[in-house]
């Protein structure tokens, strides 16, 4: 981990030992719903363990990579 890492990381461990699910508090200034969500998602299924990040980390690069090859294959198939 790195950066505000620790912070969200923390915002994540608050959020959810709160009762109910809420989304972690404002970190930075910046209000991400998304982001917190899936932050409070990850602390919840692998707690401080960097591998499971860095597992969806990986998988939603692909997922993106795959989106923009999908993308650019239909806009150039058009062209033609």
């Known amino acids: ?3 505000d890492d620790f912070e969200w990381l923390e915002a994540a461990r608050a ?3 709160a009762a109910g699910f809420t ?3 404002d970190v930075n200034g910046h209000f ?3 982001a917190e969500w899936l932050w409070l998602i990850e602390y919840e ?3 401080l363990e960097p591998a499971g990040y860095h597992l969806v980390a990986v998988l939603l ?3 993106a990579s795959l ?3 999908v993308l650019a294959a ?6 033609r």
């Open 23 to 25: 989304l972690p508090a």
């Open 67 to 69: 989106a923009v090859f």
């Open 74 to 79: 239909r806009l150039l198939d058009r062209r």
């Open 32 to 34: 991400r719903p998304l």
């Open 1 to 3: 981990f790195t950066g």
């Open 15 to 17: 959020a959810s030992s």
């Open 61 to 63: 690069h692909a997922l």
């Open 45 to 47: 299924s692998f707690g």
